[in-house]
């Protein structure tokens, strides 16, 4: 699993990154706006593609049918218990029609949104400031574990265990900028750890984790390998304190509402 999250996240990035090209002509805002509008555009256009305009007519034809027969049978009760099962089946069908359309869009959102929140939703550690590390043991690993710059330099306190919660936890004070690297090294396996400082680059990824899940929302950092001893290694990078979601939502919503339109005077027959 570990290496078809790895495979997926390395497509996912290539992507990504060719995506935000033309916006990063604009800037680091020009360029959200730009994901922003594909991605809201995007999805509009895609879930009106898949939905199945005869079948989500017919599905509106029986909600209306139900609800009016609740209205003019309103003092019957048994005509009422009937129609509200309709009403229920009718809500069942209704739903079901945007089953696909909403499945799909949420298969390619998800993607962008994860690299959004990597782009713009954390910001790098910086020179002087401390920040936590910690490290997520495997069951029955040996709590001897060495922390140490690879690449890099800053301070390093010793680590506070967390017995009840199988992980210890460092404080660590970067003390130059780059693309740092520390190495968590025991008895029982070694592994790496980056660390961006003062420079965002193309994104952050705060954790490397072993299971193939957690490897899909953390794009920006490769997999665990077996044996290294560890099921995760996080670092707690600072929010962002930009509205940078607000934006995000507030043109891809723009963005799907004038993709919409566009459809219904282009496509009128698809939409």
Sequence with gaps: M?????LVNQVSNKAFALLC??????????????????????????FRWLVDRPRLEAARARLRAALLELWLFR????VVLRAEGELLGANVAYLRAFFVPLAAALLVSAPLL????????????????????????????DWGVDLEWVKGQGT???PVREPARNRLVWRIEPAIEGALVLALRSRGGSAEFPLVVGQAGSGISALRAK???????????????AGSGFQSIQAEYPQSDSPWLLWLSGVSLLAAWGANKLAQTRWPSKV
Excluded: C, F
Excluded at 2 to 6: E, S, V
Excluded at 25 to 46: D, K, N, R, T, Y
């Design 2 to 6: 570990i290496g078809l999250a790895n």
């Design 21 to 46: 090209v033309p916006g990063r002509l604009l800037g680091e805002w020009g360029e959200l706006g730009w994901i922003s509008l594909v991605l809201g555009a995007g999805m509009a256009l895609l």
């Design 75 to 78: 003092h019957d009760p048994w």
């Design 114 to 141: 994860i690299q959004a929140y990597s782009r713009w939703g954390l910001q790098p550690a910086e020179t002087g400031k401390a920040l936590l590390l910690t490290a997520q043991l495997e069951p029955g690993s």
């Design 156 to 158: 390093i306190l010793p």
């Design 211 to 225: 299971e193939g899940l957690q490897q899909l929302l953390h794009p920006q950092l490769p997999g665990l390998e």
